[in-house]
């Protein structure tokens, strides 16, 4: 079974632009994570998408948003980008909701802001 | 909102000995799950153990194991007869009712030759 695919693997953008991030979940997982990954504030929640509604939701400005296709494909973005949002963007499937399922996770998306 | 703990910011390790990383938790929450993830330089997040609220027994996966001590909510991850390839950021991570995965700041570990 194929694991979680992210894409691009890396990107560098300058201030202000913006930028879609996207997540391919494990086959058969339904919900869908994104989470910021910094240096300074470690890795913080950002969003949580199953059957294509948004569940839940971390403690990020409107500029961050999300959505999620019918095939489960979660795509996120982020507009007027800052020098702080330079990141490692980790996704990450389950199959169901609830504190019992693991999460898996791909390998990230690694943003720098210029 | 939960709260996780992990003091130890980095650790060394001999080769074929074992290290325990130490993870406390913070919740009101009664059902929760409880997570180790290893993350190597490479960045990705690899789920290791898992251990439910209400699991009477530790968890085991292979050579890892967690010290699940409810009343002092303690998850800690012990990892046996370790090897160079566990180099690695370990994370303690909880899911609680708002199924928000929350995660400490993380312990380095290096293993020694």
Redesign the interface.
């Known amino acids: 079974k194929a694991g979680v695919t992210q894409t691009p693997r890396y990107l560098i953008k300058t201030r202000g632009q913006q930028v879609t991030l996207s997540c391919s979940p494990i086959s058969g997982h339904r919900s869908v994570s994104w989470y910021q990954q910094t240096p300074g504030q470690g890795l913080q929640f950002l969003f949580e998408y199953f059957s294509e509604t948004q569940r839940n939701k971390g403690n990020f400005p409107g500029r961050f948003s999300g959505r999620q296709f019918s095939n489960s494909r979660s795509e996120m973005n982020v507009s007027t980008l800052e020098l702080g949002d330079s990141a490692l963007y980790l996704c990450a499937s389950s199959s169901n909701l609830g504190s019992y399922n693991e999460q898996f996770f791909g390998p990230g998306t690694r943003l720098t802001v210029l | 909102a939960q709260k996780i703990t992990q003091t130890q910011p980095g650790m060394f390790v001999q080769e074929k000995e074992a290290v325990t990383l130490d993870c406390t938790y913070d919740t009101s929450?009664q059902?929760?799950?409880l997570?180790w993830?290893k993350q190597p330089s490479?960045?990705?997040?690899?789920?290791l153990i898992?251990q439910?609220?209400y699991d009477e027994q530790n968890a085991t996966e292979g050579r890892y194991s967690l010290n699940f001590q409810k009343a002092r909510k303690s998850a800690n991850l012990v990892i046996s007869a370790s090897q160079l390839g566990d180099s690695a950021m370990y994370?303690c991570a909880m899911?609680?009712?708002?199924?928000?995965?929350?995660?400490?700041?993380?312990t380095t570990v290096t293993v020694r030759a």
């Open positions: 929450d059902s929760y799950g997570f993830y490479s960045g990705e997040m690899i789920f898992y439910g609220s994370f899911r609680g009712n708002d199924y928000k995965l929350s995660f400490g700041a993380g």
